[in-house]
């Protein structure tokens, strides 16, 4: 079994001329390669497989390619001498995959791939069904970690110091942040959850995982986890100017960039204390920056910074 440590997070003031207080639990700090969420995602997931005691011990899951889920998960894996194993969307990846950060770096962490057509991908009910034949003693984690131990991890994102904010955001990717969030969040706190994927079910499946109505879903501007506006970019390199806090470009800073336009906006009541939390993913910036120096479009230009 895993031990779990006591974690002391810092939550930062976020200084602006709204007429809100706006801060940032700085999860990103956890771990230097289990990146924010993730880690009390996995932690929860995999302490409750090992205490199975299961003879040679695996971790298999899913991802993209440049999911911040399959980095962790072979982090966590090297960390905790577990192998692991990626079904990774995408077989055109197959043969480049090396030229891929994430990948890379996953495969130096020990990980194995699997690579599957983007169809078959699609349906993961098969492929888990597949993988569970062949490798009966695994512990197969879904994409993005998300079930009902990692919504029980995540309550270890709150504590004594998140209890007097008014408000709770986060990013919304498959949903079990925000519905540990919400099942764990004090009587008077508003959850809300910044969706930055095209995602339908999410409103009744985090209502599954927390059996509570203290939620509200907004769409990010760019809410789908492939696509990054030059607006993006430039308000995430805006912000490390301002408050020397890197962000990444699928889940916190698009996040964050919604959290200020809501504040502008008049959304917040005047005088609300909102607590956002980076959910880390900084990894992602290296494919983010790979993939858009070949469109010829601006960079994340702190990239140099932080890797």
Known sequence: MLQLTEYKIPIVKIKTDFDVQIFIKREDLIHPKISGNKFWK???NVNQYLGLKPENPLLITFGGAFSNHIASVSAFGKQFNIPTIGIIRGNELEDNWKDNPTLSEASNNGMQFFFVSREDYQ????LTQEFSEKYPNALIIPEGGSNEMAVEGVQYMLGNDTKDFDYLCTAIGTGGTVAGISKFAEEHQKVVGIKVVKDDSLQKTIWEWSMRN?????????NRYGKISDENIRFINWFYNEYDIPLDPIYTGKMLQKIFDLAEKGFFPKGSKILTFHTGG????KGANQFLRGKNRPLIDFESLIF
């Not at 900084?282 to 910036?285: A, C, F, K, P, T």
């Open 42 to 44: 996995l932690f929860f």
């Open 282 to 285: 900084l990894q992602g910036i």
């Open 123 to 126: 349906n993961k009910e098969k």
């Open 214 to 222: 203290n939620f509200e879903l907004i769409d990010a501007d760019e």
